[in-house]
């Protein structure tokens, strides 16, 4: 009779510092019922490590004063678009290597399968050979990503091999074909959008061509007016029938701060930034990963597959017995990752003006990874959003763009990148060892 | 053994079960019987055949012979999608959460509700609440919280509204006591005799005696792969029940062996 004794004993000490736990855990929107509950309960939280999107929004700030006091250039309204064109490749590879993340998986391919993607794109629009129409030639380009992320997806879960030597090997087998697509056609390795068809126009407007500066405030005010209504009216309702939802006061800041990033990108967008001839307006670039945002925002947290993705993240042996299909979850996870490639890719072919054998497919996974993590994102699986991957790639953009201002070699470019990469991982394993979940198994 | 035409026919009813693994005969001729609004703990030692007996029932393991009697039909239960189907629930000892999930998440996992092709939260989240209110599971603080932040016996209430929420008839609860503190162990009690005074069936593994006298209406006892003997709590008392489980009899009396 002494063994189950001494348990309880134990078992009661651990019982306190869970009670101690729990304050900082519970997300505070859960229990306020005022904003300075709120704003206690969030402190509470951040002193135990789980902090959100908060360090990558001070990281951005300090970048900004940083770099902004170093070079008079970094906050012109022409470098700052400039940053949000280069930003926006990597922050789609990042939403992509966002659905292997959370399954708790990694996918090393995102890169190069993306490039093949977008080589077959900008091959099949050439006016001398094929010809395709630009919607065929992007859809046929996508396919190739879908069915390549397939084929790996099936050799993770049918073979249950480990990603990270499956997507290995996709890596090395999309650079070689990825360099074969290029050789096909008139420029041999180079296949570019220079020339005068509507369909090598489209695609290099993708990054470069900008929206109307009143159209851009009308499509903002839209845009604002739609998710500002549809939180306000989702968390009243919630409120009036008694279930949990944050106080009013939070509800209205957090539509003020969309509100006010809304009109701040747009005014920067709508100054003239060109030198010779006028540059203004949003570029279409923006809106472009706004809709990929919104698309796997509502796909992972309003829909059951979104919610299958985090419970396979969080316990797969759970999922198992609640009857999700874990193999189908997981293929069809690498396949959106590998399509979301294939949408990053294309961008940056545009921003690219074509596609060539020195685009860096190896080096944008690790942005693409190294972006999810600032963000927030847990390589350890379940926990992480879209969201976190358009913050984190616009910190990477950030610190790129500020670097090559200051003149300072690509050798430093990598050396800070890899810090601030170290320094997102410690916030995840700090917050990590507080919460002590995230299981791991693999079934 | 059971005395015909006085006990109603009880809910679940198991007759002369078998199971090997192998050449080691895991359960020998296994009669068991759960009657519903009752608590029945199952005790045995280490290798008694307890879980073995519990995944049978669960469809996890197929019996070699023997025959399962649902509200007095035989039932053949070859997953656990059957059980489930028939009203049985099992809350296996690692309770099976995900601990990135809050608990509607978790109560609702792989039964999601939709409206308009989304997730319904309102909706979950209000039959979530009731069914907690239902069985008094009232320490947790938000039902909008990660599991994560939950203390053992919080999860562990989670796990069995989990299994109860889906008008299940039988719940068995693997050592549900097994890791937590007194209080907690006193609020899962609480909700073992909640569920039967609701009309189920539970049956609860333990090895915990204080436990099994404090809520048990019935025990059961294994000893190597053998039932040796159930019959109402009240007819052991705590030496009887560690002579049926360490030695298969016993010389004080308590309870009717199967044998006899």
């Known amino acids: ?443 | 053994m059971a005395v015909a035409g006085i006990a109603p026919e009880p809910l679940l009813k198991v007759r002369e079960l078998d199971k090997h693994f192998g050449p080691v005969q895991a359960l020998y001729h296994v009669d068991l019987d759960l009657p519903s609004g009752k608590v029945t703990a199952l005790c045995g030692d280490n290798g008694a055949g307890k879980s073995v007996l519990t995944k049978c029932i669960a469809g996890v393991y197929q019996a070699d012979h023997g025959q399962v009697f649902w509200e007095g039909h035989p039932v053949h239960i070859h997953a656990a999608r059957d059980a489930s189907r028939l009203g049985i629930e099992t809350v296996y000892q690692d309770l099976a959460l995900c601990d990135n999930l809050d608990i509607v998440q978790n109560m609702f996992l792989g039964r999601e509700r939709l409206r308009n092709r989304l997730l319904d939260e309102d909706n979950m989240e209000r039959a979530a609440a009731e069914t907690l209110a239902g069985l008094r599971v009232t320490t947790v603080k938000s039902i909008r919280q990660p599991v994560a932040s939950l203390s053992g016996g919080q999860r562990q209430s989670i796990a069995v509204a989990k299994a109860v929420m889906w008008n299940s008839k039988l719940v068995i609860m693997d050592e549900p006591t097994a890791a937590l503190g007194v209080v907690q162990t006193r609020n899962v009690l609480d909700l073992i005799k909640t569920l039967r005074d609701k009309g189920l069936a539970v049956m609860v593994i333990s090895h915990n005696l204080n436990d099994v006298f404090e809520v048990a209406d019935r025990i059961a006892v294994m000893y190597l792969g053998r039932l040796v003997v159930q019959d109402d709590a009240a007819n052991f008392d705590r030496q009887s029940v560690v002579d049926y489980m360490t030695t298969g009899g016993s010389s004080r009396g308590g309870g009717r062996a199967k044998e006899s």
């Open chain 1, 1 to 443: 009779m002494a063994e189950p004794k001494r348990a309880e004993v134990s078992g009661d000490a651990s019982d306190l510092t869970a009670v101690a736990d729990v304050v900082a855990e519970v997300p505070p929107e859960v229990v306020a019922q005022s904003l300075g509950e709120y704003v206690r309960g969030y402190a509470a939280r951040i002193r135990a490590g789980e902090s959100g999107v908060l360090p990558v929004i001070v990281a951005m700030l300090a970048i900004i004063v940083v770099f902004g006091a170093l070079s008079p250039v970094y906050l012109s309204a022409g470098n700052i678009v400039n940053l949000f064109q280069q930003s926006a490749v990597i922050m789609v590879l990042a939403m992509a290597e966002g659905f292997a993340l959370v399954l708790g998986e990694i996918d090393l391919s995102v890169g190069f399968v993306g490039a093949c993607g977008a080589a077959i794109t900008v091959q099949l629009i050439q006016p001398a050979t094929t010809n395709w129409p630009w919607p065929l030639a992007i859809v046929a380009g996508l396919i190739f990503c879908l069915i390549f992320g397939m084929v790996q997806g099936l050799l993770i879960t049918q073979l249950r091999l480990p990603s990270f030597i499956v997507t290995l090997a996709g890596y090395l087998i999309a650079n070689g074909v990825f360099l074969k697509i290029l050789l096909f056609g008139p420029f041999s390795g180079y296949p570019n959008l220079i020339g005068q068809t509507d369909n090598l126009h489209f695609i290099y407007y993708l990054m470069w061509a900008n929206i109307d500066p009143v159209v851009s405030w009308i499509g903002a005010a839209v845009v604002v007016a739609a998710l500002g209504a549809f939180i306000w009216l989702g968390d009243s309702r919630r409120r009036k029938s008694g279930l949990v939802a944050p106080p009013a006061s939070l509800t209205l800041i957090k539509i003020g701060v969309i509100a006010a990033v809304a009109i701040v990108v747009v005014a920067i967008c709508n100054l003239n930034r060109g030198v010779l001839i006028v540059q203004e307006g949003v570029p279409w670039v923006i809106p472009i990963v706004l809709a990929v945002l919104a698309a796997w925002t509502v796909l992972l947290q309003r829909t059951k597959y979104g919610r299958y993705v985090y419970a396979i993240g969080g316990n797969p042996e759970a999922s198992r017995r609640a009857g999700i299909n874990l193999s189908l979850i997981r293929t069809t996870g690498f396949m959106l990752c590998s399509f979301t490639a294939g949408v990053g890719m294309i961008l940056y072919a545009s921003y690219l003006n074509g596609m060539s054998n020195n685009v860096q497919g190896g080096q944008y996974v690790l942005y693409a990874v190294a972006a999810a993590v600032i963000g927030g994102t847990s390589l350890m699986g379940g926990r992480g959003k879209p969201l976190h991957g358009v913050l984190g790639g616009l910190v990477i953009g950030a610190i790129y763009n500020g670097m090559y201002l200051l003149g300072l070699s690509f050798e430093w470019q990598y050396i800070v990148t890899g810090l601030v990469l170290l320094a997102a991982i410690i916030i995840d394993a700090v917050s990590r060892r507080g919460s002590g979940s995230g299981s791991v198994t693999r079934i």
